[in-house]
């Protein structure tokens, strides 16, 4: 089975500094789905890569798939306390997209 | 567009028990997949279901049932409730074609 693994686990960054989550994959990816999710609520659709070397970008956040399509890394610029979360990346292994297996997440937390 | 429901929103039940859990997609999505969320485990897929059918399913035990409505609502049925099932159940909602994934809310369900 898919395995995703994600680091680091949990990042504490002071507002408007940089940062990067990664996720990596035991298998190659048929896509690669980010998602942010808000303690205990409902997960917020962020991107979706399926080409190797795609990138992707939405505000500040960008998101990109390596040439191997095993790993992905999420890119956040000039971080805002709008930001904090917890960061999940889903891959999809049966190339339906109905059947997300999820990475243990990253939490993340904006200072000011 | 109205996004995916899920009711109720919050359930306190007792081992033993049975529970129904309400998931509506946003509307033209036909395919609603489960998943469950604990903090042990993480993000796990239950089973998917498209056009009244299940297509794809996880690796959990016979009590987790679930079902698909004509309208593509969808319910889920947890039997002979265990403490362990005490997590936050998750539905999302897709378009055919479409590789996105839109998540509702969720259903905490505490098991006493």
């Known amino acids: 089975s898919q395995e995703l693994e994600q680091s680091p686990q949990s990042l504490i960054v002071q507002e408007g500094k940089n940062l990067t989550i990664n996720c990596t994959s035991s298998?190659?990816?048929?896509?690669l789905y980010w998602y942010k999710q808000k303690y205990g609520e409902g997960l917020i659709f962020l991107m979706m890569?399926?080409?190797?070397?795609e990138e992707k970008s939405h505000e500040k956040i960008t998101a990109k798939l390596d040439e191997k399509k095993q790993q992905s890394s999420l890119h956040i610029t000039a971080s805002q306390p709008s930001h904090a979360g917890i960061y999940l990346c889903?891959?999809?292994?049966?190339?339906?997209?109905?059947?997300?297996?999820f990475g243990t997440g990253t939490r993340l937390q904006v200072t000011l | 567009k109205a996004g995916v429901t899920q009711t109720p929103r919050y359930l306190i039940k007792t081992r033993g028990q049975q529970v129904t859990l309400s998931c509506s997609p946003i509307s033209g999505h036909r395919s609603v997949s489960w998943y469950q969320q604990t903090p042990g485990q993480g993000l796990q897929f239950l089973f998917e279901y498209f056009s009244e059918t299940q297509r794809n399913k996880g690796n959990f035990p016979g009590r987790f049932s679930g079902r698909q409505f004509s309208n593509s609502r969808s319910e889920m049925n947890v039997s002979t409730l265990e403490l362990g099932d005490s997590a936050l159940y998750l539905c999302?909602?897709?378009?055919?074609?479409?590789?996105?994934?839109?998540f509702g809310p969720g259903t905490r369900l505490l098991v006493l």
């Open positions: 889903g891959a999809d292994s049966t190339g339906t997209a109905s059947k997300l297996t």
């Open positions: 999302a909602s897709s378009f055919v074609g479409s590789e996105t994934q839109y």
């Open positions: 890569l399926q080409k190797g070397g």
């Open positions: 298998k190659t990816l048929y896509g």
